[in-house]
Structures are given as C-alpha cells and as structure tokens.
C-alpha cells in the first residue's frame, strides 16, 4: 500500500451532465492537501458552474506537484488515450 500522504494527486475538473472534462486544475502532495484543494475548488465555484454539471474529483497521479495544469491535462490525455489502444 503506498503512502497517500507522499503521493501526488491530481484535482480534476469534468461535467457531470456531459461527461466533458474541464481537465487537471492542480497537482498536489499529499492526501490531506488534496483533499482540501479539492474543497477549495468546490466552494468556489460558482453557482452557475454547479448547476450545470461541474464538478472535481482527486486522482493519484505520478505527475509533479504544482506542476503546470494545462501541461498536467495534456499528460493526463496521452496517457488515458495510450491505455484505451
């Protein structure tokens, strides 16, 4: 069993309602600090945001804490589209 509190964990946004991802926002360290990135996110988000469908969820990654989110997406895709061939 891996230690969650030496892992990183990537907070990713998708829609419910469209199954679209909105991508990864942020790559954490640690569970307890994901966890409360993930709340962060959740509380802020906009009224509008959560009805229609917007939401995050924490995934354990082997990507760089604070890493740049937009580089962490394209990562993330690659590596989901190479597990689906």
């Not at 509008?48 to 917007?54: F, I, L, M, S, T």
């Not at 939401?55 to 740049?68: A, N, S, V």
Request: with cysteine.
């Amino acid at each position: 069993m891996t230690d969650k509190s030496e892992s990183s964990f990537a907070v990713v946004r998708f829609n419910e309602q469209t199954y679209q991802s909105g991508g990864v926002v942020a790559v954490i360290k640690g569970i307890e600090a994901a966890q409360r990135t993930l709340n962060d996110f959740d509380w802020c988000q906009s009224e509008e945001n959560r009805r229609v469908g917007w939401r995050h969820f924490l995934e354990e990654t082997d990507l760089r804490p604070g890493m740049d989110p937009e580089k962490a997406t394209k990562l993330r895709q690659v590596r989901l589209d190479l597990q689906e061939s």
